[in-house]
């Protein structure tokens, strides 16, 4: 294994990029300087959200949010926002709302662990878009497991999210992001969303910014 490693790595220039991408790809192994490392590029596949899953989106969404958000805001305002939306009972009404559609995306070979999730919410809205009431669509969550950022599975999941918009006849997409998540701007203007504005965050006594972004579907 070592020697046919070596033998890629001597690849050079565009032709020997594109064979090592290949190799990584086929392979789901992911190199890094000098060593060959875990499994993390398995084939994913993304599919609605179910009752059984509300354990590990809750899960999985405390943890995100803590990692991201968590050194934002006091402890008490903390816990306070991950009881009210990321428990299981929170999760599991977020499931029974018509108005929200929750997908998840997971390895292939196993569709049980929630490696994403994205949620789309209808009928809501911000005063600096008020005028396209009715014709848009919130892309509420978005949340991958820390350990699989970069992989484009939260590009999936929007654009899996966008789709569904599409087909219910949504002209835009918008979302909320905090001021200070400077990644997930970058992220989400990558995928075409540009900032349209900005609304009040609030979490307890906790008083955010975020910027209000905005994508035509169309
Ligand atoms: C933001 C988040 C959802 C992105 O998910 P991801 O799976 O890591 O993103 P992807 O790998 O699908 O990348 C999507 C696009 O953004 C680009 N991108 C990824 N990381 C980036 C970064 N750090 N800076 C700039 N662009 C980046 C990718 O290159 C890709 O664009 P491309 O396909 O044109 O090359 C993920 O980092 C996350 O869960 N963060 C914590 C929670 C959060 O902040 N959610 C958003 C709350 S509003």
Known sequence: MLDIWKLIK?????????FLKVFRSLYFIEASPGSMTQVTHEPTRIREAKQEDASAIARLG???FSTTFGHSLPTSDL???LAESYSPSAILEDLANSKKDT??????TNLNHVLGFATLTRRTIEPCIRHLEGTTVELQRLYIEPNSHGRGLGKSLVTHVET???HEGF?????GVWEENIK?????????YEKVGDRDFVMGSC???DWIMLKNLE
Not at 10 to 18: A, D, T
Not at 103 to 108: E, G, K, L, N, R
């Open 184 to 192: 997930a701007q970058q992220v989400y203007g990558r995928l075409g």
């Open 207 to 209: 008083r955010q910014t």
């Open 164 to 166: 569904i918009a599409r």
């Open 10 to 18: 001597s690849y050079s220039g565009p032709r020997g990029q594109s």
């Open 62 to 64: 405390a943890k995100v």
């Open 103 to 108: 997908v998840v995306i997971c390895p292939s």
């Open 79 to 81: 816990d306070a926002y």
């Open 171 to 175: 002209s835009t997409m918008w979302l």
